[in-house]
């Protein structure tokens, strides 16, 4: 198959994709994602998961579809949790997810300690979470150190 109609192939099964799940694989092309160089990989990865766990190839692909469209919409959530916080919520957030406890955050910010249960508090009710530990699980993965240190 030539590069040109291998081409015209991916752009249309990547136009029959759902809008949501086209845009975040449009979105990882530019991060560090598992990118297959043919589509012989892709094929011979979902057979080979088919085969180890006894199912169909087809499960396999709608079971990594929906993890996938999951992921995203899990996401696009955090992303607008996080948009809703103040400036000083968002400063809290990043410091928890350090791994800093109150006492240093509120030393970090300037700020009393009783602030910082208070930016707490809204945060956990924003993110509908109940700990840090669950915003740490929540939000892992995002580069936090990298924010705190940019802006």
Known sequence: MTKNKRSNIILLEMFLLPIGLRQALEHLRGKESRVFSSDTELVSAVKRIAQEQGRSEEEVLTE???AGESQISRDEQAGARWDS???QEQEVLALVCL???NYEIADILGIANETVKTHLQH???KYNLRSKKELRLFLQGWDFAGWWNSR
């Open 85 to 87: 916080l103040t400036e």
């Open 64 to 66: 990594l579809a929906n």
């Open 99 to 101: 791994g800093k406890r």
């Open 123 to 125: 945060i956990f009710y």
